[in-house]
């Protein structure tokens, strides 16, 4: 949630940085402002004049001017009084919640050093990384047809379960789901990240606070007689582990890990990626997330691309890193980096991670601070979060990059004591 005092104190330079990435318009937020802050003024004279009254009042009955007139006078007034703070509560109530929930729409700024861009054409790309590794030979089956053809991957038999947009993972292939799993989970706790397993559900707060409410209700699964959501990635559950808490700075930085299976309805992709791994309505992923001081935020997001980066180095697989322009910034990030890993069969990078930086844009949804030793006050965390990896996009750049001419797929060194087995 993006700072309401500094919006009222710079709201020029805020329209700006929010017209970087697309068309919002603020006015309604700082009018509904204004009324607030007019009816907190009013609210205010009328709570002091009720005291003021009720003094007057007392004084004057313990002087012994009980039948006094003015007293009468000023017991009316203070009636009058009450009677307008009485009709003044549910007006200021309703348009907190408004502003509120206007607030809850609007996205966090971008990073001052976030490219300037309309959308994912105008991505900058950083580096690329593993060429040494891409397929030499041309004859590559999209991950789906190998994946059928060495019977480890079903989706026809899914659709029977559920419906399209799902997966069954069978011997092999979800041997080798369970094997990554375990490796990057095993490497990332080696990198100093504390793994966590949380509910896979999570109730509306929980979801407010990271903002995939409401922005992304119709993304989410519901459970209709409960306030509960299928979680659409780790990122929510482990944001409101400090939920509504004041951590020491001693503390930071907090840096999770966590393997969750993650659940999203896909409703604005019809049409797109209908056959494979890489656009299901339920997909494993392993998250990295971190809560950090705002003097080692950025340093805090280089080492998290580099912790997602050192998984597909250590698979070799072929990848690049994109830095996001702010037209295609997520709904809480300020910067982002995409890792794209390489398909062949498509001969396109796909992503298969993105690291973001929120800066204090989660931890004021969802009242995240610390406390300094020696400091008066407290301030907001910043939070940071990314894949490492998303497992099922993992698996189908192994079943292509590792796809062999005579139909095999061979299994990544780093894999093969996981799996058990050299060759699938």
Request: hydrophobic letters at 35%.
């Given at each position: 949630m993006i700072d309401l005092k500094q919006l009222r104190e710079n709201p020029q330079q805020f329209q700006a940085q929010l017209g970087l990435r697309g068309k919002y318009d603020l006015q309604p937020i700082l009018d509904l402002?204004?009324?607030?802050?007019?009816?907190?003024?009013?609210?205010?004279?009328?709570?002091?004049?009720?005291?003021?009254?009720?003094?007057?009042?007392?004084?004057?009955?313990?002087?012994?001017?009980?039948?006094?007139?003015?007293?009468?006078?000023?017991?009316?007034?203070?009636?009058?009084?009450?009677?307008?703070?009485?009709?003044?509560?549910?007006?200021?109530?309703?348009?907190?919640?408004?502003?509120?929930?206007?607030?809850?729409?609007?996205?966090n700024l971008p990073s001052e050093t976030t490219p300037v861009g309309k959308d994912e054409a105008?991505?900058?790309?950083?580096?690329?990384?593993?060429?040494?590794?891409l397929p030499t030979h041309t004859e590559i089956l999209p991950h789906w047809?190998?994946?059928?053809?060495?019977?480890?991957?079903?989706?026809?038999?899914?659709?029977?379960?559920?419906?399209?947009?799902?997966?069954?993972?069978?011997?092999?292939?979800?041997?080798?789901?369970?094997?990554?799993?375990?490796?990057?989970?095993?490497?990332?706790?080696?990198?100093?990240?504390?793994?966590?397993?949380?509910?896979?559900?999570?109730?509306?707060?929980?979801?407010?606070?990271?903002g995939q409410l409401p922005k992304f209700a119709e993304e989410s699964f519901r459970c209709k007689d409960d306030d509960l959501w299928l979680i659409p990635t780790a990122e929510v559950a482990i944001n409101s582990l400090h939920r509504e808490e004041i951590l020491s700075a001693e503390e930071l930085p907090l840096r999770y890990c966590a393997y969750t299976p993650c659940f999203r309805r896909e409703a604005g992709s019809y049409g797109r990626d209908t056959r494979g791994l890489i656009r299901l309505h339920q997909f494993d992923k392993v998250e990295l997330f971190?809560?950090?001081?705002?003097?080692?935020?950025?340093?805090?997001?280089?080492?998290?691309?580099?912790?997602?980066?050192?998984?597909?180095?250590?698979?070799?697989?072929?990848y690049r890193v994109i830095e996001l322009c702010t037209g295609d910034l997520g709904f809480s990030a300020t910067k982002t980096y995409d890792l794209e890993v390489w398909l062949p069969s498509a001969e396109k990078y796909r992503e298969i991670s993105s690291c973001s930086n929120c800066r204090e844009f989660q931890a004021r949804r969802g009242d995240i601070r610390f406390k300094e030793a020696g400091k008066k006050g407290t301030q907001f965390v910043h939070t940071l979060n990314g894949s490492g990896l998303a497992v099922g996009r993992t698996m189908a750049a192994i079943l292509e990059n590792y796809q062999q001419p005579d139909g095999t797929v061979k299994v990544p060194e780093a894999l093969q004591d996981y799996l058990g087995r050299e060759v699938l």
């Open positions: 402002d204004q009324q607030q802050r007019q009816l907190e003024v009013t609210r205010s004279q009328l709570q002091a004049r009720s005291n003021e009254i009720g003094k007057l009042v007392g004084q004057k009955m313990k002087a012994g001017g009980k039948d006094d007139p003015e007293v009468q006078t000023w017991r009316e007034e203070g009636n009058q009084v009450k009677a307008q703070l009485s009709e003044l509560e549910p007006q200021e109530k309703e348009i907190k919640e408004q502003l509120r929930a206007l607030l809850l729409t609007i996205p105008e991505n900058v790309e950083i580096k690329r990384w593993g060429d040494e590794y047809e190998i994946g059928e053809k060495l019977g480890i991957l079903n989706f026809e038999r899914s659709v029977k379960i559920a419906q399209s947009r799902f997966v069954t993972l069978i011997g092999a292939g979800a041997a080798l789901e369970r094997a990554l799993i375990r490796f990057m989970l095993d490497r990332q706790t080696a990198a100093g990240y504390t793994e966590v397993s949380p509910p896979f559900l999570a109730n509306t707060a929980s979801l407010t606070a990271s971190k809560f950090v001081h705002p003097d080692t935020s950025e340093q805090e997001h280089q080492t998290l691309l580099q912790d997602a980066e050192a998984i597909l180095q250590a698979l070799q697989l072929p």
